[in-house]
């Protein structure tokens, strides 16, 4: 794909890191990448120098940080894009802002390439994929790889060793990527929180997108009857493919009434929402029959909706938020795609250097699918 941000356009920098593998010298001087053993001192990176379009991405060399105690350091061959912790991050509207200049990233996969001597859990050579939730602050606030510490947009990333999940054999580390980060919210959403029983009527909204498709595919396998919903055609079709049993484009159909007419007017048991947006929310949750319950995670359409207090507490109806996961999550969730029952939905691979134009595509209210970033190809 044609891009602006190409490698030969970009400056190339190096600079001293801090205690959090930042930069702590603003000001960039070439310097070639020397060797040490097998993992050079100075990596790739898209650096966040400041907050804005995609724009402000620029292809930099940076020191590979230095391990600490109980960390080791990750070979990047895949990491996505995401609309909040990436965009929203990039641009300055989200409510966390690191400080700058910063490396995004929240889910790398690839190869673990140096260990601390502390570390007896992972090993040279295996195959991983990080959690972005890599510890907490004193003040109990999660710190999160790619917001509050460098992420994976770079050929490196250094993260505590027990971030890391082992990637099973087989499965490519793109896949990896999108698994980690939206397969176990969706186990914890639909199972941990919902507790979907076989045969219940799940309805997942945003069911093409990343975290939709990935509750489409775990609800069917809970045992589930899905319903998916989508805003256009391709879309539906595209979850459909995945497990929806039924299919509604809320663009151009009655969310509701379609719902009760394909459950013969008892509406469904489970809303899985994630998008937020007040008309669609609406009509998401006048789906719900007697005794049901909606779980949030997301609020890209907006976030401030309408909420009908009599069909609330006339059906008895339970409304959840979701964001934690748990070790079943992920285990499970690498489970089910080594056994081929996860499919993954891929819009287009950007080498590192052009992480801009992936921010671009990624921004695309019609873009069908994960942008990934692989800093293992060299333009």
């Not at 001293?16 to 097998?38: H, K, N, T």
């Not at 409510?95 to 007896?120: E, F, N, S, T, Y």
């Not at 990935?214 to 497990?243: E, K, N, P, T």
Request: aromatic content about 4%; hydrophobic content about 45%; charged content about 20%.
């Amino acid at each position: 794909m044609a891009s602006g941000f190409s490698a030969a356009a970009a400056r190339v920098a190096a600079v001293g890191v801090d205690e959090l593998g930042r930069p702590s010298d603003r000001r960039f001087q070439e310097a070639a990448p020397p060797m040490i053993g097998s993992v050079p001192k100075t990596m790739r990176a898209a650096l966040l120098e400041e907050t804005g379009g995609p724009e402000v991405l620029r292809s930099r060399t940076v020191p590979v940080p230095v391990l600490r105690s109980g960390e080791i350091l990750v070979e990047v061959h895949s990491v996505t894009v995401n609309r909040t912790l990436d965009l929203a991050v990039r641009s300055g509207s989200y409510v966390r802002q690191p400080p700058l200049p910063h490396v995004l990233g929240v889910d790398p996969a690839g190869i673990v390439v140096d260990v601390a001597p502390d570390v007896g859990n992972v090993r040279l050579g295996d195959r991983v994929a990080l959690s972005s939730r890599v510890g907490r602050a004193p003040n109990g606030k999660i710190i999160m790889l790619g917001v509050d510490c460098w992420g994976g947009y770079a050929e490196y990333v250094r993260a505590p060793a027990d971030s890391a999940h082992t990637v099973p054999d087989g499965l490519p580390f793109v896949t990896s990527s999108i698994v980690m980060r939206h397969a176990p919210q969706a186990f914890h959403m639909l199972r941990g929180k919902a507790s979907v029983q076989p045969g219940e009527w799940v309805l997942v909204m945003g069911a093409a997108g990343a975290l939709g498709s990935a509750s489409v595919q775990v609800a069917r396998h809970l045992g589930a009857r899905v319903i998916v919903a989508a805003g256009g055609d391709d879309r539906v079709a595209a979850a459909m493919a995945l497990g929806g049993e039924f299919g509604v484009n809320y663009r151009r159909e009655d969310l509701t009434a379609r719902v009760k007419e394909i459950t013969d007017g008892r509406g469904v048991d489970v809303v899985c929402e994630n998008i937020g947006e007040p008309e669609l929310f609406h009509k998401a949750f006048a789906s719900i029959g007697r005794g049901g319950r909606l779980v949030s995670v997301g609020s890209h359409g907006g976030g401030v909706v309408p909420l009908d207090i009599a069909h609330l507490y006339l059906n008895q109806i339970t409304i959840m938020g979701s964001t934690a996961t748990g070790p079943a999550d992920v285990a499970e969730s690498f489970k089910l795609a080594a056994t081929g029952g996860f499919d993954v939905l891929i819009a287009a691979t950007f080498p590192l250097e052009q992480a801009a134009a992936a921010h671009e595509l990624a921004g695309e209210p019609g873009t069908l699918g994960k942008v990934v970033l692989d800093p293992t190809i060299v333009t």
